[in-house]
């Protein structure tokens, strides 16, 4: 059998692909809180058991959101080849976020239409799990002889950190050589695009302090809302726009992500609004705000926190009273896998035989599992590529192509075969 065999048998399984994709949408694993796991878990897990797979299920135990109420369970397959060789891993998360209101269809029905599959999680990023499960199945169907070893897993949380699932693994050696040799992560970035990495983010937690007083006579208290005003104030005149002068050569993907960022993600001050009527008259003495920065390449984390941290200090230098409190939430570095990687070389070779075209190389606005693959795990071969639109990703009636969900998996398949064969020719 050549390699053009397999890229035909997986054109043959079309129709088995959608139902797969279908059949994973109707397990609603909306996170939060983290619903369905184990049984999204199962689902892959015994698909693949049936195909001479070893399967383990992993439950992260002790990470955020994991309660015996919210499990956070993992399921890791692994089929072995008939000689030594490197291990390919395709790696896809069964989290998905809410459905959310505005939907035609049931965000959960699966539904079949018009060469497209809707429902939450089609694009991201169940249709990229169906595709890696049929592109293996075809593979090791007509090349039973393969040396080393294929690996598929679906992991818990992406959608809130990965802390529940990649990261967790990375942890207990999931990820790292000589278990793991090449990694790829089915994220929707467009069937022809290969994704090196992503910008690096940094939440942090912004209290400003005060006084409180009488609303009547403000001049008693001191106004920690005022406060946070003046520190909303200087992001807005200084901080914004010296970061959207700063430019990256990485290839960050829409071009206006190719600058750091700074989004206000919540503010907070004084009472709170969960009541009925009115509130009482009274100066706040707390406001809170939450900060997510993005950053390049070229920045050092270092210096993303002192610009925040030397504007603060300016301000109660300036402001009577001033007093503030930052806190880390968390943070991740920017990452970017080399193009002449070999996984990326073996991709980019799919996308010119499956598509006849080049591949372009992107880079994510936000991060994905890819940060715990490299960070934890030390392995640096890792690279997002699946079907699917991003931009229709957490939307009303979300759908991936079926199309695209072949093309993706013959990528994968002429993948396997060049990382583990060492050819890729037919």
Same mark, same amino acid.
Request: with cysteine.
């Given at each position: 059998m050549s390699i053009r065999d397999v890229l035909q048998a997986v054109q043959d399984r079309r129709d088995e692909l959608a139902a797969l994709t279908a059949d994973l949408i109707r397990i609603p694993t909306v996170n939060p809180p983290g619903e369905n796991y184990l049984d999204c878990a199962e689902f892959v897990g015994e698909r693949l058991r049936r195909r001479g797979f070893d399967i383990a299920y992993v439950r992260a135990e002790g990470t955020p959101g994991d309660s015996d109420r919210y499990p956070r369970w993992n399921v890791v397959a692994r089929k072995e080849g008939a000689r030594p060789g490197p291990c390919v891993h395709f790696n896809s998360h069964i989290d998905v976020v809410e459905a959310g209101a505005g939907w035609t269809r049931d965000p959960f029905g699966g539904q079949i239409e018009d060469g497209k599959v809707y429902g939450r999680g089609a694009c991201d990023m169940k249709g990229g799990l169906a595709a890696s499960i049929i592109a293996a199945e075809a593979f090791i169907d007509l090349m039973p002889g393969f040396p080393g070893a294929i690996e598929i897993s679906g992991t818990a949380d992406e959608e809130s950190g990965g802390y529940g699932g990649v990261a967790y693994l990375a942890g207990k050696g999931f990820f790292s050589k000589p278990r793991v040799d090449h990694v790829i992560i089915p994220e929707p970035?467009?069937?022809?695009?290969?994704?090196? %990495?992503?910008? #690096?983010?940094?939440?942090?937690?912004? *209290?400003?302090?005060?006084?409180?007083?009488?609303?009547?006579?403000?001049?008693?208290?001191? +106004?920690? /809302?005022?406060?946070? #005003?003046? /520190?909303?104030?200087?992001?807005? +005149?200084?901080?914004?726009?010296?970061?959207?002068?700063?430019?990256?050569?990485?290839?960050?993907?829409?071009?206006?992500?190719?600058?750091?960022?700074?989004?206000?993600?919540?503010?907070?001050? %004084?009472? #709170?609004?969960?009541?009925?009527?009115?509130?009482?008259?009274? /100066?706040?003495?707390?406001?809170?705000? /939450?900060?997510?920065?993005?950053?390049?390449? *070229?920045?050092?984390?270092?210096?993303?926190?002192?610009?925040?941290?030397?504007?603060?200090?300016?301000?109660? #230098?300036?402001?009577?009273d001033f007093s503030y409190a930052i806190e880390d939430l968390f943070e991740v570095q920017p990452t970017m896998t080399d193009r002449e990687a070999p996984v990326v070389q073996a991709v980019a070779g799919g996308i010119r035989e499956v598509m006849g075209r080049e591949p372009s190389y992107v880079v994510s606005p936000g991060t994905y599992d890819q940060k715990h693959v490299d960070r934890i795990g030390r392995l640096k071969d890792c690279i997002a590529y699946g079907p699917g639109i991003l931009d229709l990703a957490h939307q009303p009636d979300e759908y991936v192509g079926i199309d695209d969900m072949v093309d993706s998996a013959r990528v994968m398949a002429r993948a396997l075969h060049e990382l583990l064969e060492g050819g890729g020719k037919a």
């Open positions: 970035l467009n069937k022809d695009c290969i994704c090196l %990495g992503h910008r #690096g983010v940094w939440w942090a937690k912004i *209290e400003t302090k005060g006084r409180i007083a009488h609303g009547s006579m403000p001049f008693l208290g001191d +106004c920690a /809302v005022r406060h946070m #005003g003046a /520190v909303l104030n200087a992001f807005e +005149c200084e901080l914004i726009p010296a970061l959207a002068a700063r430019r990256t050569a990485m290839p960050v993907i829409p071009p206006g992500a190719r600058s750091s960022t700074l989004n206000i993600n919540s503010i907070h001050g %004084g009472q #709170g609004e969960d009541y009925d009527g009115l509130p009482s008259p009274c /100066v706040p003495d707390s406001a809170r705000m /939450v900060i997510d920065r993005r950053f390049l390449m *070229e920045e050092r984390i270092e210096d993303v926190k002192a610009e925040v941290v030397g504007i603060l200090d300016r301000l109660a #230098g300036e402001r009577k």
